[in-house]
């Protein structure tokens, strides 16, 4: 499986992207997907997941609750992370991970795939 983050930018506080992580390979839509970031001089963190078992079901980082949401197109082969009210603390390279048993959890080790970064920078 091979994924592909896309549209990082730069934006001000307050503005919105919408992230797209483009999968190839086997059959998508049996994966847990993942976003993740990684700020310069801090370690990896979860921000959001969507699960295949359990009809879907999202998690979301305490901070990007209410700004972020996750959703997938299993059709497309695609995952979206729509980010809202961004603030300059949201600065960070953003990767899409996938998991091979559908959980879609939080936890960076269940995922067994990951896709290059794409940067997101938000001024004050």
């Known amino acids: 499986v091979q994924l592909q983050a896309s549209g990082g930018g730069l934006v001000q506080a307050g503005g919105s992207l919408r992230l797209s992580c483009t999968t190839s390979?086997?059959?998508?839509?049996?994966?847990?997907m993942g976003w993740f970031r990684q700020a310069p001089g801090k370690e990896r963190e979860f921000v959001a997941a969507?699960?295949?078992?359990?009809?879907?079901?999202?998690q979301y980082e305490d901070s990007v609750k209410g700004r972020f949401t996750i959703s997938r197109d299993n059709a497309k082969n695609m995952m979206y992370l729509q980010m809202n009210s961004l603030k300059p603390e949201d600065t960070a390279v953003y990767y899409c991970?996938?998991?091979?048993?559908?959980?879609?959890?939080?936890?960076?080790?269940?995922?067994?795939?990951w896709g290059q970064g794409t940067q997101v920078t938000v001024s004050s």
């Open positions: 390979g086997r059959s998508f839509n049996i994966y847990g």
């Open positions: 991970a996938a998991d091979m048993y559908g959980l879609g959890v939080e936890r960076d080790y269940e995922y067994e795939y």
């Open positions: 969507i699960s295949w078992i359990g009809g879907g079901s999202t």
